[in-house]
Nanobody, 126 residues
């Protein structure tokens, strides 16, 4: 089974930073689109970043550009999200996700519709 385990969330003041980490296991293919989406109660999922782990191509949402950076670890099943200059509007549960393919289905992925995702890690900005 595919499992994604996130860590690194927490509570910070506005302007602070957090580094979210995710380890994916059970992937059936080494080529995966990995990403992070966030969600707050009553709202739609919002994907903030994706990375294709075969060639490192990244995408960041408008709200994330300039503040968040997605990256891979030393192995292709580890992904990070560095979040800087956090704002109260960034408060949400952040989920690590994986999807077969090269992150090409932007319409679906940018709405958080990945094949798999983890339990989430809470980020609270005050």
């Amino acid at each position: 089974d595919v499992q994604l385990v996130e860590s690194g969330g927490g509570s910070v003041q506005a302007g602070g930073s957090l580094r979210l980490s995710c380890v994916a296991t059970g992937l059936t293919s080494f080529r995966q689109c990995l990403g992070w989406f966030r969600q707050t109660p009553g709202k739609e999922r919002e994907t903030v970043a994706t990375i294709y782990n075969d060639d490192g191509r990244t995408w960041h949402s408008d709200s994330a550009t300039g503040r968040f950076t997605i990256s891979l670890g030393s192995t292709k099943n580890v992904v990070y999200l560095q979040t800087n200059n956090l704002e109260p509007e960034d408060t949400a549960m952040y989920y690590c996700a994986s999807d077969r393919g090269s992150c090409g289905d932007g319409w679906r992925l940018r709405r958080g519709r990945f094949d798999y995702y983890g339990q989430g890690t809470q980020v609270t900005v005050s």
